[in-house]
């Protein structure tokens, strides 16, 4: 693939995970945060935010799985997953989160079950998809192209 | 541009082209990009993960020493999240405002949270301003504004 078709692959998929909701309008401000001399901000925060996520995912199974759930606890590691996601533009999984706050302070345990269940699901879908689009970016970075950010505001 | 004045300009709070700003918040994400930011509105950052090290970097931990008074003078700004474990960004805002080496800096408060009565109390305590999570450039640039460059 040429640099030029790749840059318009680039475009479609990012307009798509806008469209679907899987990101909002906070990826933009990430997006618009990077520039030659911080060319993988990105990259970088996206990093982070898997490897935050996926350590919260396990603390969250491992509270909910005991016999006396500490919905304190259950809590304050959604608000911490509620933040992030929210600061990266992951809107699924901030709003699986907004509902997960709801069922911890009801102490609804089969609700914060469905929700741990909802969250991962869609956690893990937006998780491959920014590792496409990143993919996608270092390959038009290597192939001498620059990614077109301008084109998402048309 | 001034030749060697940036040792100058970091002394005695002095409002600069380059204020250094302490951000504090638990959430290593939200400290990556609040530090992001904050450098691409021309600011010198540190942050902090919670508020007893806040504290420490400004000079009033556990143990007082002198040689922290530098970093005291060097901050012209501190923005802290509202919600963090141990010390909420409430107790840190109050403890800056206590101390009577600190209370003149500006402190900002960040939270996910539209809560009415939790803006008001920062706002009461002295908080400059509140500011709502997920932050953006323009968050930014009217924090510098307001902050900084109208004050200089």
């Known amino acids: ?154 | 541009m001034d030749g060697g004045s940036m040792e100058d300009a970091m002394v005695g709070g002095g409002y600069t082209d380059e204020p250094h700003v302490l951000a504090v918040d638990d959430n290593l994400i939200d400290r990556k990009l609040v530090e992001r930011l904050l450098k691409n509105s021309s600011c010198k950052v540190t942050t902090a993960e919670n508020g007893l090290r806040a504290l420490e970097y400004l000079g009033l931990g556990d143990e007082k020493r002198t040689s922290l008074e530098d970093n005291v003078s060097k901050v012209n700004l501190i923005i802290t999240d509202y919600c963090m474990p141990g010390m909420t960004g409430y107790e840190l805002l109050k403890k800056i405002k206590e101390s009577s080496s600190l209370k003149e800096i500006p402190v900002v408060i960040m939270s996910s949270e539209n809560i009415p009565t939790r803006i008001n109390k920062c706002l009461e305590e002295g908080a400059q301003m509140f500011m709502l999570k997920p932050l953006k450039q323009s968050d930014v640039a009217k924090l510098r504004c307001n902050l900084m460059n109208c004050r200089s």
């Open chain 1, 1 to 154: 693939m040429e640099v030029g078709q790749m840059q318009r692959a680039w475009v479609e998929y990012t307009r798509s995970l806008f469209r679907e909701g899987f990101l909002d309008a906070q990826f933009q401000q990430l997006q618009l945060l990077q520039d030659e001399s911080n060319p993988d901000f990105v990259a970088e925060v996206v990093s982070l935010f898997f490897e935050d996520s996926e350590r919260l995912l396990a603390d969250l199974t491992f509270v909910l799985e005991q016999q006396n759930i500490d919905f304190k606890k259950v809590d304050a590691h959604v608000h911490q997953f509620k933040g992030s996601s929210s600061s990266i533009g992951a809107q699924r999984v901030k709003n699986d989160c907004i509902a997960f706050r709801n069922f911890c302070e009801e102490q609804n345990i089969e609700g914060c079950l469905r929700c741990l269940q909802q969250v991962k699901q869609d956690y893990y879908l937006v998780k491959s998809k920014l590792e496409a689009l990143i993919r996608l970016e270092q390959q038009i970075v290597a192939a001498g192209g620059s990614i077109p950010m301008e084109e998402l505001s048309s």
